[in-house]
């Protein structure tokens, strides 16, 4: 029997509960000051809750390949890419997503999609030239992990309170400190309660969403590491991207940073200093440590 | 996967059905009064080389065992994705005693606790020597056609190369026309993935 391999990790499993449940209640805060009013507003909060979230459900992958300024490529194009993704879906019995190759410099991949139909995995060409074969698998692997444990859906949810109160924080400011006229003022000094609920929900909302993403990278190693069986690879070929990064120019960086979320490491030059509270991805040096410890267990033998 | 699973960011691996292979015995029968297609005797298992000695020692096994008894050759060989293709031959008449070896070499590596690092199994075939039965200009040779065996979805799909890394589509649905209904067949054709230069094609 195999199940042991995918055992669960009992303080992740917690915490991924929890953080879920906080999730539920901000979304509940958004929804609940339009009741207050009456539930005809409530119900159309409610209603523009879910227009919104479908549209990004819809084309979120578009967007985020456009971005990025990736394309899709075919099998012939892409042989290698296209035979890895493949061979990864065999083992791992998911359904092959479109394969999308960026034309950066810097070594990053991502995951887009919220249908797995639609689902696409992208390379940068800095990463196909830095990495070897079963390093741009494990990347790759990471990746599939990511579309396997539904990561852009839970991305998309959990960021959109966080969407919501940006919007709006900038229409409301906009009207009041804008060139407008005297309506549009009026208007926005209406509207100051909410930017209050805005105030309130939008750092609340960042946090939580960045803890949700860290715990989803980790998540996302650990199957990864699974599927390909190779920790050490995927060790590797993180500190292979890390250390690309780093010493990357900023201005390349800045175009990748609108996507931090998505990417394998994200597009930060410096940040050893700034809380991990407040970054999307868990430091590298546990990600690797993490990993080791795949690696000690498939080692052992230990199921 | 389910909803819980979702949320909590894990995979779950599915039960596979090893048994199945088995069925590949008739289903050959069938393919060759349908479409001519006879057994080559050869067939392999691939499997992904996971790092750290336990693997090693479970590939020693398996290697093992296959050499044991009346002693049927078992080639190893590594891919240029670093995957390990295991590659029995067996007289050409004697399918199911290839098929015996393949599900052997499957139920080991699932014993051992290797199921979730399994690909696939194929048995090659190849067509009629009837000169000019071709026709799409690669002349006299003869034609291959792999049943594969998809390890985690249980089912099976057929794969016919032609030169020059092109696949023949309509052989492939021809084939499937044929032996569709002696095999659990995988429905979906994006599924039918390639296995180029594979040992035992």
């Not at chain 2, 891919?79 to 007289?91: K, M």
């Not at chain 2, 034609?143 to 890394?165: E, I, S, W």
């Amino acid at each position: 029997m195999v199940p042991a391999r995918y055992s669960r990790e009992r303080g992740l499993t917690s915490r991924v509960v929890l953080t879920m449940v906080l999730l539920a209640v901000l979304y509940g805060l958004l929804v609940t000051p339009f009741f207050q009013v009456s539930t005809l507003w409530g119900l159309a909060a409610v209603a523009a809750v879910a227009v919104l979230l479908t549209a990004q459900f819809r084309y979120a992958d578009n967007v985020a390949l456009w971005a990025m300024d990736a394309r899709e490529v075919s099998a012939a194009e892409e042989p290698e890419l296209h035979g890895l993704v493949e061979r990864l879906c065999m083992s791992s019995g998911l359904p092959k997503p479109r394969v999308a190759v960026a034309d950066t410099e810097i070594p990053n991949a991502f995951a887009a999609g919220c249908r797995r139909d639609r689902a696409v995995v992208c390379v940068t060409t800095g990463l196909r030239e830095r990495l070897d074969v079963a390093e741009l698998e494990s990347v790759l692997a990471h990746e599939m992990a990511h579309l396997a444990h539904r990561d852009v859906v839970v991305a998309t949810i959990a960021g959109f309170p966080a969407f919501c109160g940006g919007l709006i924080i900038t229409t409301v400011s906009g009207l009041l400190l804008g060139e407008g006229r005297l309506a549009a003022r009026l208007a926005g000094v209406v509207l100051l309660p909410m930017v209050a609920l805005a105030v309130l929900l939008f750092p609340l909302s960042q946090l939580l969403n960045l803890a949700i993403s860290r715990q989803r990278e980790l998540c996302a190693d650990r199957t990864g590491a699974l599927l390909t069986g190779r920790p050490a690879a995927s060790s590797a070929a993180l500190t292979k991207i890390c250390a690309e990064i780093e010493s990357a120019p900023t201005a390349e960086l800045r175009e990748l940073r609108p996507l931090n979320g998505l990417l394998t490491v994200p597009a930060r030059a410096t940040g050893r200093a700034v809380a991990d509270l407040v970054s999307t991805h868990p430091p590298v040096e546990v990600r690797v440590r993490r990993l080791t410890e795949v690696s000690q267990r498939l080692a052992s033998g230990r199921r | 996967m389910g909803f819980l699973d979702t949320l909590l960011g894990r995979s779950k691996p599915v039960k596979p059905d090893l048994d199945r292979l088995f069925a590949l015995s008739t289903a050959a029968l069938t393919l060759e009064a349908g479409t001519g297609f006879i057994p080559t005797g050869l067939g392999s298992v691939c499997f992904r080389a996971v790092e750290g000695g336990a693997f090693a020692r479970m590939q020693k096994d398996v290697q093992e065992l296959l050499d044991a008894g009346d002693g049927p050759e078992v080639e190893l060989s590594t891919d240029s994705y670093g995957y390990t293709w295991l590659l029995a031959r067996q007289p050409a008449d004697d399918l199911p005693a290839l098929v015996t070896d393949l599900h052997a070499v499957n139920a080991t590596l699932e014993a051992g606790g290797f199921g979730p690092h399994l690909l696939c199994s194929l048995v090659g075939f190849q067509g009629p020597d009837a000169p000019g039965a071709v026709g799409r200009g690669h002349g006299a040779e003869t034609r291959r056609l792999a049943l594969v065996y998809l390890y985690k979805r249980g089912t099976f799909y057929p794969f016919a190369p032609l030169p020059g890394d092109k696949r023949d589509n309509a052989l492939e649905l021809q084939v499937r026309g044929a032996v569709g209904a002696d095999l659990p067949f995988e429905d979906d054709l994006s599924r039918w993935f390639p296995v180029w230069g594979a040992p035992g094609l």
